[in-house]
């Protein structure tokens, strides 16, 4: 018999379920990746709105003229005014774009919360789609602006508040799914990974969106517009909510392609009509031989119970009677009661008002210090979210490894301000400068954002206080970053009235934002360490 080719064996190396999970982590990675594809061309297009058609206190006459030849041979619309695009051409353009991200972002924290609560009563795979096609609708709504030749404020802005609202209904969906399908030991590093698709779809945004902004800004929202719809398409056609829709064990084994005795479920015949059917899950007995067996990995929690220093079980551990949907959704308030639902959401708030800060504004401050136009500056901010893909597999690999999520995340907290001081002095200095601080500000700010949104998440809305109930993920995930989107609104806000005054203003809000971030989190931070110190003290006895 012929021994089979190196490709072949590869692929029969990886068991069924094995397979499965890495489909599902691939796409969700893209679906969530283009939704934040569709959000970036705001940012790119704010150059191209406004121009500086004079030169202003903050730029030198000769610096102006160099900045004037660098973007001369740009050809300007026939429908656009010498300093941009009506009614954004007035000297109050800051205000008007931030009243833009202001819209978005204050809409998608609205509806945030009530994203999650709707999310557990629905279907993922059609809750999703109908957002993605949604959002795909009111993205490429903003574009046709231009083809249309619109001036009025109120249409971009309803375009902006349409758009937050639909958007909310990518995050809670995917965690949730993402988080039916791992486990916790390692899920610091597996969404440190999978969080990326924040920075990819960043770049994505805005390499695509750089590429029109200065010929046809239209199609700088229009073709990201019809990337999120066609992504829909996908999740309607491909997406699995949960491993037991098809017979697949809940978290991955750790033991060649047997599941573990821990996640082997003995499941009735009707249980996998479709996902939303109930089923009856049936522990198998353990011996005394297996149950003294070192916990895989993957079924242990990284948080730390709120009452005393032991790690919470696993939540599958605790499932009786109707499973996952025989349970009812959990409330608002029963959510809160989780402990550090509350401390890990205000820090959110401010961890993200530093992250959108920059998603939002960055490109047009690197056009007003480095004097680029609108496209070499939206291709330049791509480095931050370079940045930010391995701040966030730092992120989470540093909390498997200390097994503290919240103090991972304060570390890079404390790192961030001083960072942000430097970027600012240091970005000034010349294009080189700029690069590399803006490659180190995106790991440091966007480690702790990417961690708490992910796997801190996760790992909340499966504490042992639940019983088991997932259903409560989605609202647990939605809480979280709903409150974070509060921060998400106002940082953009505040970025667009402080501005004018000067960017070191700017950075000075960003820098105390970071600090309050790190103060709600003293707490978890101080239980986390003293739990340490006991169990070495435990040991040493």
């Not at 705001?42 to 058609?53: A, D, F, N």
């Not at 916790?184 to 969404?191: A, D, S, V």
Request: with cysteine; glycine share 8%; net charge neutral.
């Amino acid at each position: 018999m012929a021994q089979l080719p190196p490709g072949i064996r590869f692929i029969t190396s990886f068991s069924r379920d094995q397979w499965y999970r890495a489909f599902i982590f691939t796409l969700t990675f893209f679906l969530y990746a283009s939704f934040h594809l569709s959000r970036k061309p705001i940012s790119i297009v704010k150059g191209e709105l406004h121009k500086h058609c004079a030169a202003s206190h903050e730029v030198e006459l000769s610096s102006y003229r160099e900045y004037a030849a660098q973007i001369q041979h740009v050809k300007k619309p026939s429908n656009a005014s010498q300093c941009g695009w009506e009614p954004f051409d007035k000297n109050n353009y800051k205000q008007l774009l931030g009243a833009l991200d202001y819209s978005f972002l204050c809409a998608y924290a609205i509806g945030m919360y009530l994203s999650g609560i709707i999310g557990e009563r629905l279907p993922i795979r059609y809750y999703l789609t109908v957002g993605m096609l949604a959002s795909g609708l009111f993205t490429a709504m903003f574009g046709l602006g231009y083809f249309y030749n619109i001036h009025n404020l109120w249409f971009y802005i309803m375009a902006q508040i349409a758009n937050g609202l639909v958007q909310t209904t990518g995050w809670p969906s995917v965690v949730t799914c993402i988080g039916n399908w791992f486990g916790k030991g390692r899920r610091g590093l597996i969404m440190g990974i999978w969080n990326s698709h924040t920075s990819v779809g960043n770049i994505l945004g805005s390499l695509i969106a750089a590429y029109w902004v200065s010929t046809c800004w239209g199609l700088s929202f229009v073709m990201p517009g019809v990337i999120i719809a066609v992504m829909g398409i996908f999740c309607f056609l491909f997406l699995i909510e949960h491993p037991k829709d098809i017979s697949c064990s809940s978290t991955p084994s750790s033991h060649g392609h047997e599941p573990s005795i821990s996640t082997e479920f003995i499941v009735s015949s009707n249980a996998f009509l479709n996902g939303a059917s109930r089923f009856r899950v049936h522990m198998p007995t353990l011996n005394a031989k297996e149950a003294s067996k070192p916990q895989d990995p993957e079924m242990q929690h990284l948080l730390i119970d709120s009452e005393n220093c032991t790690a919470s079980q696993n939540s599958s551990s605790a499932i009786t009677g109707e499973g996952r949907h025989g349970t009812s959704a959990i409330s608002f308030l029963g959510a809160l009661r989780i402990p550090g639902v509350i401390e890990f959401s205000l820090c959110l708030l401010f961890a993200k008002l530093v992250s959108y800060t920059f998603l939002f504004w960055l490109p047009l401050y690197i056009t007003n210090v480095e004097h680029l136009d609108a496209k070499r500056a939206g291709d330049l901010s791509t480095l931050f979210d370079v940045g930010g893909i391995f701040g966030g597999i730092l992120a989470g690999l540093i909390s498997d490894r200390l097994e503290k999520r919240a103090s991972t995340c304060g570390m890079m907290l404390l790192l961030a301000a001083p960072t942000l001081y430097m970027f600012s002095a240091v970005s000034k200095m010349g294009l080189e400068a700029t690069v590399v601080m803006l490659l180190i500000s995106g790991a440091l700010v966007n480690g702790p954002y990417a961690l708490i949104t992910t796997a801190v998440s996760a790992d909340l809305g499966t504490h042992k206080s639940l019983k088991g109930n997932a259903r409560a993920l989605s609202t647990v995930t939605a809480i979280i970053d709903g409150t974070g989107s509060v921060g998400a609104a106002l940082g953009p806000l505040l970025a667009g009235l402080i501005s004018p005054s000067g960017w070191n203003n700017v950075f000075y809000m960003l820098m105390v934002a970071d600090a309050c971030a790190l103060l709600f989190l003293l707490r978890l931070i101080q239980k986390e360490l003293r739990c340490n110190a006991d169990h070495t003290l435990f040991k040493e006895h």
